[in-house]
C-alpha cells in the first residue's frame, strides 16, 4: 500500500518507482499498451476496451523451449 493516491498499491519500491516514472514521463497509449494507468484513467475507459497486463508469461507450444533430457 502507498500514500499515492494514483499508485494505490504495488509489489516493491521498484514496481513503485518504475510506475511513477511511467505515469509522470510516459503518454497515454505507451502507459495503456502496459497496463499502467491510473484509477481514474481505468474508468474512463471504454467497457470494450483491453488493457493487456504485461507480466503474464503466455504458454507456447514451441518444441525448442522443452527442457533437453540429460
Given amino acids: ?3 499515492d493516491p494514483e499508485i494505490p498499491d504495488v509489489s516493491s519500491v521498484g514496481d513503485y518507482l518504475a510506475r511513477r ?11 495503456k499498451d ?3 494507468l491510473t484509477a481514474e484513467e481505468e ?3 471504454p467497457s470494450t476496451a ?11 507450444n514451441d518444441t525448442n523451449l522443452a527442457p533437453r533430457s540429460a
Fill in 1 to 3: 500500500m502507498t500514500d
Fill in 50 to 60: 483491453y488493457a493487456p497486463t504485461p507480466l503474464i508469461r503466455r504458454v507456447t
Fill in 21 to 31: 516514472i511511467a505515469l509522470d514521463w510516459l503518454p497515454f497509449d505507451t502507459r
Fill in 43 to 45: 474508468a474512463n475507459l
Fill in 34 to 36: 502496459l497496463g499502467i
